[in-house]
C-alpha cells in the first residue's frame, strides 16, 4: 500500500528516522517542524495521513488537530499524534479533538506500520463514501443525515471477565447513554441473524487464538458490517499488528480507561453509521437504475442480467422458457380521454395482476410505454400459450378502477420459445432472438383484432 505521509515534528533526528522508516515500507514522506507549516502543508499537499508529535515549538497537537478538523479541506485527513507522554488525559484530548490514533514512545515499528495501513485503508473507504454521496447528492438519491438513535445502538462485549463487564457497566455506559451494552459468548456471537447484530464487537483478545474469532465474524453475512474493537494486554506489539491487519478497526489496551474507551466506541459509531448510510444511498441507486418507478418491475436495463441467468441455467439444466410480450390494447385512447393520471393508475394495476398470477422465479419487465415482456422459467411452449391466455383473461374479466371511473382493459400477447444459444453462442444474440420473435408474435395478435394470444411460428408468421 503505497501513500502521502506528513511527518510534523520540531527535532529533525526524529523526522530523519521516521522518513527513513516510512520510505523503506514504499511510503512518500513530507515534512514539517511546527505546526503552522504542517496545517499549511495539509492544505497545500494533501497528504493521505499525517503524522503528529504532540509537543511541537509553537503549538501542540491538540490544537494541530482541531485546526486540521475545522478545515473542510483537511478535515478528513486522518492523524496519528505519537509523544513521550504516558498522561491519559492528554491522550483523551487529542482523541476528542479529532486525532485517529495516540502512540506513546518508544513506538514499536510493527505496530506503527499496521496501524498507518489500517488508517489508510479507512481513509480510502471514507474517501469513496464522500464520492458516492456527491454523486447522489447531485442525482437527488442521498439520504438525509440523521444522528444516533439509542434503541439501534448496542456495543456487545464478547469475552469479558466478570470484572471487566461490572467496569463496563458502571463507567463505561453512565458515558454512553445512547448505547446499550451486552455481554455475550463466542456461541451467541456467531448465531445472530442477518439485521440483528451488534453495532461493535469489543473483542477480549488476550491470546492470538482469539483473533480468529475476528476473521469468523467478518466472514458471516449477519456480522460482516458490524465494527470491530479488539481489547489486549498491555504489552502486545505482533498482536496488535496482527488484530489491524486482519481487519479490527480499533485496538485499546488494559488497564481500560472509561473516557477513552467511550471516545473509540463513539468514533467507530460514526464510521458505521456512515458506511450504513452509504450502502443504504448505493442500494437504492441500484434499485432506481434497474426497477420501473410507476409499476415496481424491472425495466429493460435491470432485466438483462436476470433474463441471462435465466437463459444460462435453461442451458445447463435442459430446461426450457418461454418469453411473452405483452401490449395494452388501445391504451393510448385511455390517455387522450382520462389523462395520462389514469393511464399510470391502469398500468401499476395491471403490473399488480401480471405479479398475482405468475411465480417468483418469472421476470416481468416493464418493456417501454404500454408493452410488458415476461419470462417464464421452466416451461415448455404450450404451457406458455396457457399461461399468457390466463393473463389474458385475468387483465379483461375485472374493469380497472380508477380515479376516472372503471375502465375495462385487454391485452395483446406474442410468445416465442425460449433460445439460449449453442456452446459457443453469443447468448445476448439469443436472447435478442427470442425477443424479436415474441415481438413478431405480439404484432400477430394485433393485426388480427386484439385481446389474444399468438405463438411464434417461423413458418407462418413473416419477417
Not at 500500500?1 to 516510512?22: C, E, F, Q, S, W
Not at 473509540?264 to 458505521?272: E, P, V, W
Not at 442480467?305 to 439444466?317: D, G, I, V, Y
Not at 403490473?351 to 415476461?374: C, H, K, N, T
Request: charged share 25%.
Amino acid at each position: 500500500m503505497t501513500g502521502k505521509i506528513l511527518i510534523v515534528d520540531d527535532l529533525a533526528i526524529n523526522r530523519i528516522i521516521l522518513t527513513a522508516k516510512l520510505g523503506s515500507a514504499c511510503y512518500e514522506t513530507l515534512t514539517a517542524e511546527t505546526g503552522a507549516q504542517a496545517i499549511a502543508m495539509a492544505r497545500s499537499r494533501r497528504p493521505d495521513l499525517i503524522l503528529l508529535d504532540m509537543m511541537l515549538e509553537d503549538t501542540d497537537g491538540v490544537a494541530v488537530c482541531r485546526s486540521l478538523r475545522a478545515d473542510p479541506v483537511t478535515a478528513h485527513i486522518p492523524v496519528l499524534i505519537i509523544t513521550a507522554s504516558t498522561e491519559q488525559a492528554q491522550r483523551n484530548a487529542a482523541l476528542a479533538a479529532g486525532a485517529n490514533e495516540f502512540l506513546s514512545k518508544p513506538v514499536d515499528e510493527t505496530t506503527l506500520l499496521a496501524r498507518i495501513r489500517n488508517l489508510l485503508r479507512a481513509a480510502e473507504t471514507e474517501a469513496e463514501w464522500r464520492r458516492q454521496e456527491t454523486w447522489c447528492s447531485g442525482h437527488g438519491l442521498a439520504e438525509p443525515a440523521a444522528g444516533f438513535v439509542a434503541a439501534q445502538t448496542r456495543v456487545a462485549l464478547l469475552g469479558a471477565t466478570p470484572q471487566m463487564a461490572r467496569f463496563w457497566r458502571k463507567q463505561v455506559a453512565p458515558l454512553c447513554p445512547q448505547m446499550r451494552f451486552e455481554s455475550i459468548g463466542t456461541a451467541e456471537a456467531l448465531s445472530y441473524a442477518e439485521g440483528a447484530a451488534p453495532d461493535v464487537f469489543m473483542i477480549v483478545a488476550e491470546s492470538p487464538v482469539a483473533l480468529r474469532l475476528l476473521l469468523d465474524l467478518q466472514a458471516r453475512r449477519a456480522t460482516r458490517h458490524s465494527a470491530y474493537c479488539v481489547i489486549l494486554p498491555p504489552e502486545a506489539g505482533d498482536q496488535a499488528a496482527m488484530a489491524l491487519d486482519l481487519g479490527a478497526h480499533d485496538l485499546l489496551h488494559l488497564p481500560l480507561d472509561a473516557e477513552e474507551t467511550a471516545l473509540r466506541l463513539g468514533m467507530q459509531i460514526t464510521r458505521k453509521r456512515r458506511a450504513d448510510a452509504l450502502r443504504r444511498t448505493v442500494e437504492r441507486g441500484l434499485n432506481l437504475a434497474a426497477l420501473d418507478p410507476l409499476t415496481g418491475l424491472l425495466n429493460r436495463r435491470g432485466a438483462e442480467a436476470k433474463l441471462l441467468h435465466l437463459a444460462l441455467q435453461a442451458r445447463q439444466n435442459g430446461e426450457g422458457f418461454a418469453v411473452l410480450l405483452l401490449d395494452l390494447d388501445r391504451f393510448k385512447a385511455i390517455n387522450d380521454t382520462h389523462g395520462h393520471g389514469v393511464g399510470d393508475e391502469v398500468l401499476r394495476q395491471v403490473a399488480a395482476r401480471m405479479r398475482s398470477v405468475l411465480s417468483p422465479q418469472d421476470v416481468i419487465v416493464r418493456y417501454g410505454g404500454e408493452e410488458f415482456l415476461i419470462a417464464l422459467a421452466g416451461v415448455l411452449l404450450e404451457r406458455a400459450r396457457a399461461q399468457a391466455q390466463v393473463l389474458c383473461d385475468v387483465i379483461e374479466q375485472t374493469p380497472i378502477a380508477t380515479a376516472g371511473g372503471e375502465i375495462c382493459v385487454t391485452v395483446s400477447v406474442g410468445v416465442a420459445p425460449g433460445q439460449c444459444g449453442a456452446d459457443g453462442e453469443d447468448m445476448r444474440q439469443a436472447l435478442a432472438r427470442t425477443v424479436d420473435q415474441a415481438d413478431r408474435a405480439l404484432l400477430a395478435s394485433k393485426s388480427h383484432g386484439r385481446n389474444r394470444v399468438t405463438v411464434f411460428e417461423a413458418a407462418s408468421l413473416p419477417r
